[in-house]
């Protein structure tokens, strides 16, 4: 079965395909079967827009103590560039900036 590593946030995942040597042979003949491909990761493919809810999921840069792993909060705002974007977050506790693979959408559950 095909491995991607994300190319947002860096977490390896399983890919699931019916024909595996087909879809990578279509797809990166380049590589040999079985070869990493980049692909996003099951939190980084959600499109995160300005208002929605959000959680902390880990940090790639410092970050103050209210913005822990696991904590809670809401874009207020996305910057984007051609390099990429910053979402800018309201949390308990203060504003904070992060980059995209730092942020996840919460379950239903949660």
């Given at each position: 079965?095909?491995?991607?590593?994300c190319?947002?946030?860096?977490?390896?995942?399983?890919?699931?395909?019916?024909?595996?040597?087909?879809?990578?042979?279509?797809?990166?003949?380049?590589?040999?079967?079985?070869?990493?491909?980049?692909?996003?990761?099951?939190?980084?493919?959600?499109?995160?827009?300005?208002?929605?809810?959000i959680?902390?999921?880990?940090?790639?840069?410092?970050?103050?103590?209210?913005?822990?792993?696991?904590?809670?909060?809401?874009?207020?705002?996305?910057?984007?560039t051609?390099?990429?974007?910053?979402?800018?977050?309201?949390?308990?506790?203060?504003?904070?900036?992060?980059?995209?693979?730092?942020?996840?959408k919460?379950?239903?559950?949660?």
């Amino acid at each position: 079965m095909p491995y991607s590593k994300c190319p947002i946030c860096g977490q390896t995942s399983h890919l699931n395909v019916s024909d595996p040597a087909s879809w990578c042979a279509e797809r990166y003949p380049h590589l040999p079967f079985g070869g990493l491909v980049p692909a996003r990761c099951f939190y980084c493919f959600v499109t995160i827009e300005s208002g929605d809810d959000i959680l902390i999921r880990a940090h790639f840069t410092d970050h103050p103590d209210f913005a822990a792993v696991g904590a809670r909060g809401t874009v207020t705002e996305i910057v984007s560039t051609d390099d990429g974007g910053l979402y800018y977050c309201k949390l308990d506790g203060g504003d904070d900036v992060f980059v995209r693979g730092e942020l996840r959408k919460p379950h239903d559950n949660e």
